[in-house]
């Protein structure tokens, strides 16, 4: 059975109610909740974890080789600042896909700038909730590939 890990960093935590207008006004729970939903109809294994500190999400993505044959990642504000989580990605030799709910290049300068993008295998943003459910989808199909070959 395919292993996805979903990775949410800082600040996700408060989904549903920081920025609104932004972010719109599904909470984390309802994403993952909907992601499991989806994962048993398509018949894969998903783990979340949601943490603030930078530190655990690299053990996160550490402790995952072997255990998981996806990542998902929304890294918060770290996209654009953690040269570790980069590496960490790298380290691992995961297929990791990047997402964001908003989309990060028609916002502030400074958001446009990816640091895990040219580690990843691709980046989804700008649909809101719906990056997570593509990110999932496109795991899914891959996986069905590699089974096949």
Same mark, same amino acid.
């Given at each position: 059975?395919?292993?996805?890990?979903?990775?949410?960093?800082?600040?996700?935590?408060?989904?549903?109610?920081?920025?609104?207008?932004?972010?719109?006004?599904?909470?984390?729970?309802?994403?993952?909740?909907?992601?499991?939903?989806? !994962?048993? #109809?398509?018949?894969?294994?998903? $783990?979340? @974890?949601?943490?603030?500190?930078? =530190?655990?999400?690299?053990?996160?993505?550490?402790?995952?080789?072997?255990?998981?044959?996806?990542?998902?990642?929304?890294?918060?504000?770290?996209?654009?600042?953690?040269?570790?989580?980069?590496?960490?990605?790298?380290?691992?030799?995961?297929?990791?896909?990047?997402?964001?709910?908003?989309?990060?290049? !028609?916002? #502030?300068?400074?958001?446009?700038? $990816?640091? @895990?993008?040219?580690?990843?295998? =691709?980046?989804?943003?700008?649909?809101?909730?719906?990056?997570?459910?593509?990110?999932?989808?496109?795991?899914?199909?891959?996986?069905?590939?590699?089974?096949?070959?």
């Amino acid at each position: 059975m395919l292993r996805i890990l979903v990775l949410n960093g800082p600040n996700l935590n408060l989904l549903g109610t920081r920025k609104p207008e932004i972010y719109g006004t599904t909470t984390l729970a309802d994403i993952e909740q909907e992601m499991q939903r989806r !994962a048993k #109809e398509l018949n894969c294994q998903l $783990s979340f @974890l949601q943490s603030n500190h930078e =530190g655990a999400l690299i053990d996160a993505i550490h402790n995952a080789k072997g255990q998981y044959q996806y990542i998902i990642i929304n890294a918060g504000a770290y996209t654009h600042t953690s040269v570790a989580i980069r590496d960490a990605i790298e380290a691992v030799e995961i297929p990791t896909i990047e997402i964001h709910l908003s989309n990060i290049h !028609a916002r #502030e300068e400074f958001r446009h700038v $990816s640091m @895990l993008a040219p580690v990843c295998v =691709g980046q989804i943003c700008g649909f809101g909730a719906m990056s997570y459910m593509l990110a999932l989808q496109y795991a899914v199909e891959m996986g069905k590939q590699n089974d096949e070959a």
